[in-house]
C-alpha cells in the first residue's frame, strides 16, 4: 500500500475502521433493499441485483472518501453474504456438501477480510494499484468501472457454482467433492502461510531492499495470489459434485485465474521491479504463478 494525502488522511485508523463498517451496513441494506425488489425471481437474479446495488453503495461511499481501497474487504465479503444468502433459501442444512462449503467460505472470507485489516492503515491509505491511475482526470469513472464493477462480476462469477451446491437436490458425495475438499483446504492454507509469513517478514527485515525468498516463498513469486485462485477452482469443484451439469460455473474461476495471470501479477512484477533492484535476479529465478512454469516478463518502465 501506498499514502497519500486524501480528504480524510487525519482519520485515526481505529475510526475510519468504524467507517468502513458503516459503509458495509449501507451496502448490506441497498442489498437487501435491491434483493427485496426481485422477490419469486431466481436466486441467481437476487443475488446480481443486491451485488450491483451493494458495490454501487461502497463505490458512492468510496467517492465520498477520497478512497479506492474501501472497496477491497468487499472481496471477501461479499461471497460470505452470498453464500449465506444461498444457505438460507435452500431451506436446509443436512447435506454434508452444503455444510462443508459454507463452513470453508465463512472461515476463508473472515481470515481474508482480517488480513486486510491487518495491512490497512486508514482512511489516508489507499492500495498502490488505485494510487498509481490518480494523475488521470477520469480516475473516478476508471475506479468505478475498474476497481469496483469488474472485481464485483468476476467475483459474483466466481460464486455460481455455490448455486447449483446449495439448490440443486442433494446427491450423494463423490469424487469431485473429494478434490473440491482438498483444493479447498489446501488454498486456504497456503494463502495463510504466504500472508502471515510476509507480515513477519516485514516486521523483522533487516534492510529496505530485502526479498522474502524463503519458504512458501521459494516456491513462486506469488503464493498468495495462487492459493486464492486455488480457492475459487475448489469451490467450481464443489459445484460440478453438486451437479456435473453445471460445468458452465467454472468460468467464474477462468475469469478470476485470467485477472491475477494478466493483471495482478504483472501490476505487481512492475511494481516489485520499481522498487527492489534485486527482483530482476529473483524474476528470472523463481516462476511467477505455477512453482513449474515462468510466466511472460513485463516491461521495465
Not at 446495488?53 to 453474504?81: E, G, K, Q
Not at 469451490?235 to 460440478?240: K, N, V
Amino acid at each position: 500500500m501506498t499514502t497519500r494525502m486524501m480528504r480524510f488522511a487525519g482519520v485515526p485508523r481505529a475510526r475510519s475502521v468504524l467507517v468502513c463498517v458503516a459503509v458495509y451496513c449501507v451496502a448490506g441494506v441497498c442489498a437487501l433493499l435491491a434483493g427485496g425488489g426481485f422477490v419469486g425471481a431466481g436466486a441467481l437474479l437476487v443475488v446480481a441485483a443486491a451485488d450491483l446495488a451493494a458495490t454501487l453503495a461502497v463505490f458512492a461511499c468510496s467517492f465520498f472518501l477520497d478512497n479506492s481501497s474501501v472497496y477491497d474487504p468487499y472481496w471477501s465479503v461479499a461471497p460470505m453474504a452470498i453464500v449465506a444468502y444461498l444457505a438460507w433459501r435452500s431451506g436446509s442444512l443436512t447435506d454434508p456438501r452444503r455444510v462443508a462449503l459454507l463452513c470453508l467460505v465463512a472461515f476463508w472470507a473472515l481470515r481474508l477480510t482480517w488480513n486486510w485489516l491487518l495491512r490497512w492503515r486508514g482512511l489516508g491509505d489507499e492500495d498502490w494499484r488505485y494510487a498509481d491511475f490518480r494523475s488521470s482526470r477520469a480516475y473516478w469513472v476508471v475506479s468505478l468501472a475498474g476497481f469496483h464493477l469488474f472485481p464485483t462480476v468476476a467475483v459474483y462469477a466466481g460464486c455460481l457454482p455455490m448455486a447449483a451446491v446449495m439448490l440443486l437436490p442433494a446427491r450423494p458425495l463423490g469424487i469431485f467433492d473429494g478434490w473440491a475438499l482438498l483444493v479447498t483446504c489446501a488454498s486456504i492454507v497456503m494463502e495463510m502461510k504466504a500472508d502471515k509469513d510476509l507480515r513477519v517478514f516485514r516486521r523483522k527485515r533487516r534492510s529496505a531492499p530485502e526479498l522474502l525468498t524463503e519458504g512458501i516463498w521459494s516456491w513462486c513469486r506469488h503464493p498468495n495470489y495462487l492459493g486464492e485462485v486455488m480457492f475459487w477452482w475448489g469451490i467450481g469443484l464443489f459445484g460440478i459434485g453438486a451437479g456435473a451439469s453445471w460445468w458452465w460455473s467454472l468460468c467464474g474461476a477462468t475469469v478470476i485465474t485470467a485477472l491475477f495471470l494478466f493483471i495482478s501479477i504483472p501490476l505487481m512484477d512492475r511494481h516489485m521491479l520499481r522498487r527492489y533492484p534485486a527482483y530482476t535476479e529473483r524474476m528470472k529465478a523463481v516462476p511467477g504463478f505455477f512453482p513449474f512454469r515462468n510466466l511472460p516478463k513485463p516491461r521495465v518502465g
